[in-house]
């Protein structure tokens, strides 16, 4: 009986959000996003950064990689977010996107 309630703390100690490696998955989502579209540079960004924080092969990215590149498409054809999820996915995508190009037009002196 003690061995059953000791189980039952440990597997609630260990599956709480703090024992949790929290890893940011939105790159994953942003890169597929851009893989959907068609947008070589920030696709391939995406995937670098992804690459750096050893997320690119993860079981969970590879699915939203996947999922957000659908979206990808998707918008592309009809112009039109009909979903929660994807403009959340847009959203990250926008903000991504805004952030590198002010990063290299602020390095450029023309």
């Known amino acids: 009986m003690r061995l059953k309630w000791f189980s039952i703390v440990l597997f ?4 709480s959000p703090s024992f949790a490696v929290e ?7 942003v890169g597929g996003f851009f893989s959907g579209t068609n947008d070589k540079f920030l696709s ?4 670098h950064i992804a690459q750096k924080k ?3 092969d993860d ?5 939203l990689w996947k999922n957000a590149s659908r ?3 998707k918008l592309s054809e009809t112009r039109r977010v009909k979903e929660q999820a994807e403009e959340e996915i847009t959203h ?3 903000a991504f996107s805004e952030k590198v190009y002010e990063a290299v037009s602020a390095g450029i002196k023309f």
């Open 92 to 94: 990250q995508a926008a």
């Open 23 to 29: 890893k940011d998955y939105k790159i994953c989502n």
């Open 59 to 63: 079981p969970i990215c590879s699915a």
């Open 54 to 56: 050893h997320i690119l």
């Open 71 to 73: 979206i990808g498409e």
């Open 12 to 15: 609630f100690i260990f599956s």
């Open 44 to 47: 391939g960004l995406a995937a």
